[in-house]
């Protein structure tokens, strides 16, 4: 069986990207970045409400608490506007063709063929499936976009062939 897919690399894909390679790969890294914030989030608001201190040394802890939380609650949204400043101009739109031996993606008229064995791990969203390459490269896979239209097919195509289970992330 062979499956195509066309894909639009906007903000919200390279977010959703982003949360992929962040709840797998890089799980450890994540936990103790998160860790480290909540430890300066709690000094800097011991500091902001403790009295003897100046107005503008806990004017300037509460911008890092507010920056701390920010980044937190937004971390994936600035990743994908990072990573589009540095995507090359025209890989906006990436047509894949999934196959018995492999996968072919072409972007402006530049085709690159992947092995499934190259894939470090699969990763289901509500609106993506997306294949992790490495600690800094996935690839996201519209489901809408799917041709055969079918999900469950495409899942089970894609466990078989890479021998991974997927990872259901929500979002």
Not at 52 to 74: C, H, I, N, P, T
Not at 108 to 113: I, K, N, Q, Y
């Amino acid at each position: 069986m062979e499956f195509t897919c066309k894909t639009v690399y906007d903000r919200r894909v390279l977010a959703a990207m982003s949360r992929a390679l962040r709840k797998t790969l890089r799980k450890r890294i994540d936990r103790g970045l998160k860790v480290f914030a909540g430890v300066v989030t709690v000094i800097a608001l011991i500091t902001i409400l403790d009295p003897a201190q100046s107005l503008w040394l806990r004017g300037l802890y509460g911008v890092l608490v507010f920056l701390m939380l920010f980044v937190e609650w937004k971390g994936d949204s600035l990743n994908a506007i990072f990573a589009r400043r540095k995507a090359l101009p025209g890989m906006e739109v990436c047509r894949a063709r999934f196959g018995p031996d492999g996968y072919e993606t072409v972007v402006t008229g530049a085709a690159t063929r992947w092995e499934y064995d190259r894939v470090l791990a699969l990763v289901e969203t509500s609106r993506y499936f997306i294949l992790i390459l490495g600690r800094n490269h996935a690839q996201a896979f519209e489901k809408r976009c799917l041709e055969p239209e079918s999900e469950a097919d495409f899942r089970a195509f894609l466990e078989q062939k890479t021998g991974q289970s997927i990872q259901y992330i929500g979002g």
